[in-house]
């Protein structure tokens, strides 16, 4: 455990070494969030109400989304890079270390410009999330689970190159995560918001919390939860089992 708190802390020593970098990359991750917030808030001025969702839900949606990215693609920024580490042999010097791979990899690599995504997620609940110390508990919980089932799906879809050999699959995961749970999932049907509730989980990333925060459901929170166990489950066993068929390239770098 000391040897992955260290990790943490070298990796994140790393992220403010050039302190410039970082504030320009928040600051351009952060206007980015506006832009697509601006978006939402002129759709809902238009239109009202769409399927059960108004711009305040909306606001909570991305609220939710934005932070959990943070968390999955800024502090854990590997997982989006499994698929490629795997296929390049950038695992090689990984395997060496007396810690558990996956945490190893997952914890020693921050994204500084998805650190942007956290901050604009914390002040757009804290602005527009009409925060309450029970609203902010269950928003702390759902992003919790939200950034779990993303970096855990991340993990999963990129660690499918240890058998397919390509590492596309892990960017197209990415892609459609993020893409998928930007909107409010009750805006799909049919077959599509089957999906977003099954293979592509992006429902349960971003729309699901929503409404728990909205207004707390038992029984939808322990679907969230049971979602979250099963995806972060089958991530580990898909990574473990990948890398007793990793083939080293010899790549010896650091991950």
């Known amino acids: 455990m000391r040897a992955l708190t260290a990790t943490l802390r070298n990796a994140f020593a790393e992220a403010i070494a050039n302190r410039a970098a970082l504030g320009s990359s928040m600051v351009v991750m952060i206007v980015n969030d506006v832009v697509w917030v601006a978006f939402w808030l002129l759709f809902f001025h238009r239109v009202g109400r769409l399927h059960g969702w108004d711009g305040h839900r909306v606001l909570l949606l991305l609220s939710v989304i934005t932070t959990a990215a943070g968390i999955a693609l800024g502090v854990l920024a590997n997982a989006r890079r499994i698929g490629v580490m795997a296929v390049e ?24 410009t998805n650190m942007g995504d956290f901050v604009f997620g914390v ?4 602005v527009a999330g009409h925060p309450t110390p029970a609203r902010v508990a269950t928003f702390v919980a759902v992003v919790a689970l939200s950034a ?87 991530a580990w066993l898909t990574f473990t089992a990948g890398l007793r068929r990793y083939t080293s390239g010899a790549v010896w770098t650091r991950a």
């Open 89 to 112: 042999g950038e695992l090689d010097a990984v395997l060496t270390l007396p810690v558990p791979p996956l945490a190893y990899v997952l914890l020693r690599r921050i994204e500084p």
């Open 148 to 234: 779990t089932l993303l970096t855990a799906f991340l993990v999963l879809t990129g660690s499918l190159a240890f058998f397919a050999g390509r590492s596309e699959g892990g960017d197209l995961g990415f892609q459609a995560m993020i893409l998928l749970g930007s909107y409010p999932v009750d805006v799909f049907a049919g077959m599509a918001k089957v999906v977003l509730y099954s293979v592509v989980p992006a429902a349960f990333v971003s729309s699901v919390p929503a409404k728990l925060i909205d207004g707390f459901d038992g029984a939808r929170a322990a679907g969230l939860v049971l979602v979250v166990v099963v995806f972060a489950v089958t």
């Open 123 to 126: 002040v757009l609940f804290a």
